[in-house]
């Protein structure tokens, strides 16, 4: 199965989709900062027979609306209320990494009458930290792009399934490839999480919840037992080995988590599994 494009807009701003089809209940897949929707090709392919699909590349990244004036967490959160309305999505389950995980975070707070159930991939309420957004500032400048070939960022971002994942998101010009978003959009991006934490918004979700983390320190254990703590409903995973791109690293272990999570609460009640095929 293969996926179309859809286009939302909202107060001038244009965000692309890739719709990938399929029946409901829908999914919305949201990616981390400075990434794209084509992250979640393969989970998305995966979950189309089961489930209407769409992965949305967010405000100022992909092939959406480059430079937005409004960067702010609210801005990102109505560009998902946007997309379940104009596509026509009843009660979506939203799926996000990192700083998608936070924007579906807030999301679900925000409008629980919207949202069905929530997935956090390596995302969580998180704490002031004033030096994130210089230190990803110097990250992104530490990029040789344009990138000579589609291999060679690969490479530089990190070899195997993750690099080949965020090399997928550059564009070719003239001859050479280059990232679909602006630094100083991502930055400021992460001006509001810099500064404060949302344990409000995460106490105050009432939808079904799934936290899948990896390894990579982002996602403190402790920041981790207090999710808990707060919501003791939320069903919580980890992934050994992976990093702070698990859905690219290990891709079948979290599908395989996100059906058992999707059968769960999407599923009316008592509705039975169909039994193995014949062959």
Request: net charge negative; proline share 9%; aromatic share 6%.
């Amino acid at each position: 199965m293969t996926w179309s494009e859809r286009t939302v807009v909202r107060d001038g701003v244009r965000i692309s989709c890739r719709d990938w089809g399929g029946s409901q209940p829908p999914v919305v897949l949201l990616h981390g900062l400075a990434g794209h929707a084509g992250e979640w090709d393969a989970i998305a392919r995966h979950l189309s027979p089961r489930h209407r699909v769409i992965a949305v590349d967010q405000r100022g990244h992909g092939a959406s609306e480059r430079h937005p004036r409004d960067r702010s967490r609210s801005a990102y959160v109505a560009d998902v209320v946007a997309v379940i309305d104009q596509l026509g999505l009843r009660q979506p389950v939203l799926i996000g990494q990192s700083l998608g995980g936070h924007t579906a975070m807030l999301a679900a707070a925000a409008h629980p009458d919207l949202v069905r159930a929530l997935v956090l991939v390596e995302a969580g309420p998180g704490g002031p930290s004033p030096e994130v957004p210089a230190e990803i500032g110097r990250w992104l400048d530490s990029w040789p792009a344009p990138f000579p070939s589609r291999q060679a960022a690969a490479a530089f971002l990190g070899r195997g399934p993750v690099g080949e994942g965020w090399a997928a998101g550059l564009e070719e010009r003239d001859g050479a490839w280059w990232p679909r978003f602006d630094r100083d959009v991502m930055v400021d991006s992460l001006a509001e999480n810099a500064q404060r934490s949302y344990w409000d918004e995460w106490a105050s979700i009432t939808c079904p919840t799934l936290a899948v983390l990896g390894q990579s320190g982002i996602i403190a254990p402790e920041e981790c037992g207090r999710m808990l703590q707060q919501r003791p409903e939320t069903v919580a995973m980890s992934v050994p080995g992976t990093g702070h791109d698990l859905h690219l690293e290990q891709p079948d272990v979290l599908l395989e988590a996100l059906e058992r999570f999707l059968r769960d609460t999407t599923e009316p009640p008592g509705a039975k599994q169909p039994g193995p095929g014949r062959g």
